[in-house]
């Protein structure tokens, strides 16, 4: 699909995808690469724009993540981020230093409203710190045009050669007018015309889905989550009967989904596809005995994923390609995007093995965020109470279960979440939330119930709030309501005698409790 294109550079920043997203926003497509890809490359994407993003390094240092200087003369419009800011100075000349007193947290900033970056923002307003590093003198040809308090150089900008440097995090959303900077950023500064919209992609893809396959014979790995209840409808409507969903229940959904999952999408359903339910929750359970690790249990279910889909496959005939409901965040999530460390391997990406039998791996959504498939699915007419259903894992309880996976375990996590969910739609939070459910801690402990001494499991509670999946804050959850959650699991859930609450971030922590 031919369009505009905003590069990010990665330094290993925390808030890479969170760049991406914002630029996503201004409806202007972007892609994620490492610092260390080749400036031949960067040149031959043809980007309108390219951004670079915070890192945890040093600039000055020996072997810091760095750029060519080249990269500021390719006459292309660069944006610094943070570390992506200090580079940018101290490759083209200017100086940067450790600073007496890091800056963290949120900062009020005074910024010149003649400067592009800053067109219809208040001079005064609050921004995201986080830096312990600072640029004591800027590189020749720039002019301060942002200050803090404590920051002297909270952004700067070459209007001439249109090099814009930002010390602070504009992508975040305690900077109150960070998405309005990008924005004048990739449309006004870089000049892109806003072309990235999700009726135009779903167009494209049935194209290029049809030109791919042919007369092939497509197999689609549905799980019923949003990600790949999507794709199917999508390949639905490029191949029609050439698509086979298969649906594997691994034995680690959540109670009764297996059976919800069939009666959407399968004979009876809403949708004229062709769906295979394939009950291999013993096959999963027995792979997955003594695995404790979580990247080993991703890859250990990934890898069975697979191999149930070929054996599948060998039972249709001459199935050509495997159509995966993959999106941008796996793909970075999983190392294989940007330069930051692998966070955990999904099971659709980091988790496959090395050997698939089939043709090709179709991933319609792969260059997405999980609001633009939301909005896929929508163009598409999918109800918005599937749409909108709250993300769940392709491993399932697998990685809501800390330490070894057995049977027990998942009836537990299984009753557990299931009088959560209960209770949270009872209290009208289930729309307020984003993301709810309960996991199973590795952690016993001595209670008592009945007059007698119990040693059983915690388990543990998780609520978050969040716009793009990328960053979250724990939800504040009245008391009454979770002390009515906590008292019916440790009074129906076997083997439970004790119920925790997490409260923790997104960073540092992650969405799921694995």
Request: charged residues 25%.
């Amino acid at each position: 699909m031919e369009k505009e294109l905003v590069v990010v550079i990665d330094f290993g920043g925390q808030y890479n995808q969170l760049v991406a997203r914002r630029v996503r926003e201004c409806n202007v497509y972007c892609e994620i690469y490492s610092y260390k890809v080749n400036l031949e490359k960067i040149k031959a994407l043809k980007p309108k724009g390219i951004i670079l993003t915070g890192g945890p390094a040093s600039c000055y240092e020996e072997g810091a993540a760095t750029c060519d200087k080249a990269l500021f003369e390719l006459g292309i419009p660069v944006l610094g981020l943070c570390y992506g800011a200090q580079l940018m100075n101290h490759v083209l000349g200017g100086e940067v230093k450790r600073a007496e007193v890091r800056e963290y947290g949120k900062a009020e900033l005074k910024v010149n409203t003649s400067s592009p970056l800053f067109q219809d923002v208040p001079e005064d307003s609050i921004c995201w710190m986080s830096h312990f590093d600072y640029i004591a003198k800027t590189a020749p040809g720039f002019e301060i045009v942002a200050t803090t308090k404590d920051c002297p150089v909270a952004a700067d900008q070459c209007i001439e050669k249109n090099l814009y440097a930002i010390q602070f995090h504009p992508e975040v959303l305690h900077t109150q007018y960070g998405s309005k900077m990008l924005y004048n950023f990739v449309r006004n500064i870089c000049g892109c015309r806003g072309d990235w919209r999700m009726d135009a992609f779903v167009e494209e893809q049935v194209k290029a889905i049809r030109e791919k396959v042919g007369n092939g014979k497509v197999l689609c790995a549905l799980s019923g989550g949003v990600d790949s209840s999507v794709a199917a409808v999508l390949l639905s409507k490029a191949i029609g009967n050439q698509l086979t969903c298969v649906f594997v229940d691994h034995g680690l959904l959540r109670k009764d989904e297996g059976d919800e999952v069939e009666a959407i999408f399968g004979p009876k359903g809403n949708y004229e596809l062709n769906f295979i339910r394939v009950n291999a929750q013993q096959r999963f359970y027995v792979k997955l005995a003594g695995a404790s690790e979580p990247e080993t249990k991703r890859k250990i279910i990934g890898e069975e994923f697979i191999r149930v889909f070929e054996e599948e496959a060998k039972k249709i005939g001459a199935v050509d390609f495997l159509v995966q409901g993959t999106i941008y965040p796996d793909i970075v999530e999983s190392g294989l995007g940007g330069e930051s460390a692998v966070i955990k391997s999904h099971h659709n990406v980091g988790g496959l093995p090395d050997c698939v039998d089939f043709k090709e791996i179709i991933e319609p959504l792969r260059n997405l965020f999980k609001d633009e498939v939301r909005q896929v699915g929508l163009e598409l007419g999918i109800p918005e109470k599937l749409v909108f259903r709250q993300p769940f894992p392709g491993p399932g309880l697998g990685v809501r279960i800390v330490g070894e996976v057995t049977e027990e375990k998942v009836r537990i996590v299984q009753e557990a979440d299931a009088i959560y969910r209960e209770e949270i739609a009872k209290a009208g939070l289930d729309r307020e939330i984003n993301q709810y459910f309960a996991a199973l801690t590795n952690m016993r402990s001595v209670g008592v119930m009945g007059d007698e001494r119990t040693y059983d499991y915690a388990v543990a509670l998780r609520a978050v709030n969040t716009i793009d999946f990328m960053t979250a804050e724990a939800s504040e959850i009245p008391w009454p309501v979770l002390h009515k959650v906590t008292s019916r699991i440790i009074n129906e859930v076997g083997h439970v005698n004790r119920v925790l609450y997490d409260i923790t971030s997104k960073p540092p922590g992650t969405i799921e409790l694995e």
